[in-house]
C-alpha cells in the first residue's frame, strides 16, 4: 500500500531545504550566532583589559589582550564579508576558527607565551636594538590595521569570485578581477594575512615569533599562490598570464 503523498513518511524522506541551517550543518544558524557572540564577548574583554592595563600601569602586558582582540577582529570579519558579499558560500567555516589545526592555535598559544617572558626578561623591552622599541611598535601597528583593512577589502572587491579554499573547477559566477586593489597587488588577501601576521608579533615584541611568524607565512603563502595561480592560468588562459606579467603581490620573493 503507498503511502499518500502528504503522509509524515513521504514528508520525512523529502530532503528539507532548510536542513543546511540546522544545527549541526554547515551553514547552521545556531552555530553562527554561537561563534558571533563568544567572538564579541572575547572582542569587548580583551579590549578593555587593552586599556584598563595602560591606564592603570605601566607594564607592556597590553600586548596581549591586544593580540587576542585583533585575533577576534579578524575572524569575525571573516565571515562577515563572505557572509555580505559571496554569501553562497559562507557557513561556519568561513570564520576560520579552525583553519589549519592545531599548527594555527599553536602558533598563537606561542606568541602569547613569548610576549609573557619577553616581559620577565626585558621588563622594558630593552632587547630592541638601538632603543628602537617605539619605532617596532608603531610599524606593527600599521602592519596590522593595513594588513586587515586590505584582506577584508580585497574579500569584498572580490565577491563571488574569492574563496577561502583553492577552487579547482571554474564557476560561472569566477572572474578575473583586475581593479581596485587588485590592479595594485596579485593576492591583495593573502598580502593582507601576510604582513596582519607579521605585524602582530611587531606589536608583541616578539624576536623569536617574529621570525617563526614570517618564514611559515612565507613558505605558505609562496606554496599556496604558485599551486593557485597554476590554475588561474588554467582558467583564464593569455588573460591571466598577462595580468600576472604587469601586477605583482607586494610580498618578499613571491
Known sequence: MESPPDSPIVQSARVSPDKPYFPGQAKSLEGIAIRSFCLGIVLALSTTATVLILVLTSSPLWRVPF??????????????????????????????????????????????????????IFPNRSWAPFYTGHVILLLGFVM??????????????????????????????????????????????????????????????NPICFVAYTIVLWKFFSSRVKHEETLLVHFFKDEYVQYRKRVGTLMPFI
Open 67 to 120: 593580540f587576542i582582540a585583533a585575533l577576534s577582529t579578524f575572524h569575525f570579519l571573516e565571515f562577515w564579508t563572505t557572509a555580505k558579499y559571496n554569501t553562497p558560500v559562507a557557513n561556519i567555516g568561513s570564520f576560520l576558527l579552525t583553519a589549519n589545526w592545531p599548527a594555527y592555535a599553536i602558533a598563537h598559544v606561542s606568541a602569547s607565551l613569548e610576549c609573557l617572558l619577553t616581559k620577565l
Open 144 to 205: 596590522v590595521f593595513v594588513g586587515q583593512f586590505v584582506r577584508s577589502a580585497a574579500m569584498a572587491q572580490a565577491g563571488q569570485s574569492f574563496n577561502h579554499t583553492i577552487q579547482h573547477r571554474k564557476k560561472d559566477s569566477h572572474i578575473l578581477v583586475t581593479t581596485g586593489l587588485y590592479s595594485i597587488m596579485r593576492h591583495p588577501a593573502y598580502f593582507g594575512f601576510f604582513y596582519w601576521g607579521v605585524g602582530t608579533q611587531l606589536v608583541l615584541g
